[in-house]
């Protein structure tokens, strides 16, 4: 034994809330599962998957936004914080979905976007009709232009999406948006937005939701006293809690509120940031004070590597413990590209600050890489990495489809790629439909089983290989691994102890769960002896007192 990591442990006066060792399934409602055949996928598609995720074992899921919108970037442009999207469905069916899931005991995490509305938003409506100097406009950030006639924008400030985030309206104003220009930020000083997403985070708190995500939660308050910064001058403030437009500490009074209204409800809700932060700024968001929990995506940009892995979770388990809540992990979501692929990329190349050129594997789908992707080493590696994540204390954020083992779609036609960070970069960005690409359920039917009618982005040939009605009867199947996985992390999880083991090898990491199991993982190219212990679970194919390379096993030692 080398070093021990200790957070909250239970008692059985004092039983750990369910969220802080919670498995979360992430949907992304438009790609999960279409009822009523127009290509999208709806509420009513989950409803009538209810009993998948259940079978999988998961604790809860995550709605990605489902709400009303004009799908500028994938539902996190809001027209409506409180209703659904007409072509996904109703209240009524939210409400349906809410019950049948709580039926089967899965939570329900809904996702907030509070740095911005869709332009279609009623308030953003209202700002353009109202005109300059207006009350309606104190909502948003509007300003004059610059340059003699104000033609220029504010300033030089970029979006995260290209190009500038500035957007001008019909009489010569500007406004700033940091995503897409359909996604105008809001401005937190005022009274009335503030008071609006309390509205809205009882609304969805009142129908019985158990938590929420919070989206670019780092972004929120912003001081915009004039003159307003250039980029340049942008870059040279540090990220401490006072740079003008990121994580500023006064976000926290925001959330502070938000903190006590989730805590007035029995059981209180829960809430999880999406903070790009400095590593020792996100134990603030994770505060009991604050929104409770923090993603944490350092697994998710490392390589499948045993060093990386291990000061990942060395850090994460060290700034949980700072904050008193748990950890997140995570290797897949709705912006990045799939684990399984990003593992089976050639070896990355490093940037001159060192960093993997692609890291999140986009700038290789640009290229054209599709033939140098190893489809077998990268789903091997990624069972291998998932089966150690799960064994890790704090709670694990799965992303829909990642249970099938599935890859990217690395080859969508540019005509039909719908991310705006597709068009905004003019292609120079790839986007993110290569992980958005609707669920193989069955290997035939016009959308393998997504739904009665087409995908709204095209599923390639491979994909019905991947489907679940190819992997229920296989028990090699990656989607009877996460069950089996899940099943068993359920019965095994005691207390939040993780103690490394000592190898031998530095490829090949080993912990111990207080529940009295062992996850071994071999990193490395070749085979690893492995002494003693039941195998409970493994990701590849074991053979006696062997961990074959790039896998991880689950035991029980002996004695
Ligand atoms: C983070 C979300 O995960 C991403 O999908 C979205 O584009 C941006 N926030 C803007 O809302």
Redo the contacts with the bound molecule.
């Keep these: 034994m080398t070093t021990a990591a200790r957070t909250h442990a239970a008692t059985d006066a004092d039983p750990a809330p369910w969220w802080r060792q919670a498995v979360v399934y992430q949907i992304y409602p438009r790609s999960f599962a279409d009822a009523d055949g127009d290509g999208l996928g709806d509420l009513r598609g989950i409803l009538a998957r209810v009993d998948y995720l259940s079978e999988l074992g998961v604790d809860a899921v995550w709605l990605?936004p489902f709400y009303p919108s004009a799908l500028a970037?994938?539902g996190?442009?809001v027209a409506d914080y409180r209703d659904v999207d007409p072509r996904l469905g109703t209240l009524d069916d939210f409400d349906a979905l809410v019950q049948q899931l709580h039926d089967r005991g899965i939570r329900v995490v809904v996702d907030i976007?509070p740095?911005?509305t869709s332009d279609r938003h009623v308030w953003f409506q209202e700002a353009v009709a109202a005109g300059r100097g207006s009350a309606a406009r104190d909502r948003y950030v509007f300003r004059e232009g610059s340059g003699p006639a104000g033609d220029l924008p504010p300033t030089d400030w970029l979006s995260?999406?290209g190009g500038s985030a500035w957007e001008r309206v019909e009489d010569g104003q500007w406004y700033l948006h940091?995503?897409?220009v359909e996604?105008p930020d809001l401005n937190w000083a005022h009274p009335e937005v503030r008071s609006d997403f309390i509205r809205t985070l009882r609304f969805w708190a009142d129908r019985g939701v158990d938590g929420f995500r919070i989206?670019?939660a780092h972004m929120l308050t912003k001081d915009l006293s004039e003159p307003l910064p250039s980029k340049a001058e942008l870059d040279t403030r540090p990220l401490d809690g006072t740079h003008p437009l990121l994580d500023r500490d006064d976000v926290h009074d925001v959330y502070a509120e938000w903190r006590k209204v989730l805590d007035s409800y029995d059981p209180p809700r829960t809430a999880v940031a999406?903070a790009w932060v400095a590593p020792a700024r996100i134990p603030l968001y994770a505060s009991p004070t604050s929104l409770g929990q923090a993603f944490n995506f350092d697994l998710l940009e490392a390589d499948f590597d045993a060093a990386q892995f291990r000061s990942v979770v060395e850090n994460n388990l060290a700034l949980a413990a700072r904050s008193g809540s748990s950890s997140t992990w995570v290797l897949s979501?709705?912006?990045v590209v799939r684990h399984a692929t990003r593992y089976g990329l050639p070896a990355p190349g490093r940037t001159a600050e060192g960093r993997p050129t692609h890291r999140h594997g986009r700038e290789w789908l640009l290229a054209g890489g599709v033939s140098d992707l190893d489809v077998k080493g990268g789903l091997r590696r990624a069972r291998a990495a998932t089966l150690f994540l799960l064994g890790l204390p704090g709670s694990a954020y799965l992303y829909q489809g990642e249970e099938l083992g599935l890859h990217e779609v690395a080859d969508i036609p540019a005509a039909l790629r719908q991310d705006?960070?597709h068009t905004r970069s003019r292609g120079f960005d790839v986007g993110?439909d290569g992980c958005r690409v609707p669920l193989p359920w069955s290997s035939s039917g016009p959308s393998l089983g997504f739904g009665p009618g087409p995908a709204h982005l095209p599923q390639p040939g491979w994909m019905a290989r991947y489907a679940v009605t190819e992997q229920e009867n296989d028990p090699g199947s990656t989607l009877n691994l996460y069950r089996l996985a899940l099943q068993l992390r359920r019965r095994l999880l005691e207390g939040e102890d993780l103690q490394w083991r000592t190898t031998g090898r530095p490829d090949v990491l080993r912990f111990a769960r207080h529940g009295g199991f062992e996850v071994v993982t071999n990193f490395g190219p070749t085979d690893a002896p492995l002494d003693g212990g039941q195998v409970l679970l493994s990701s590849g194919e074991m053979r006696h007192d062997v961990l074959p390379a790039e896998t991880t096993v689950w035991l029980r030692p002996h004695g």
Excluded: K
Aim: net charge negative; glycine share 4%; proline share 4%.
């Design positions: 990605s970037d994938g996190y442009d976007v740095n911005h995260m999406f940091h995503f897409a996604q989206d670019v999406e979501n709705h912006d705006p960070t993110r």
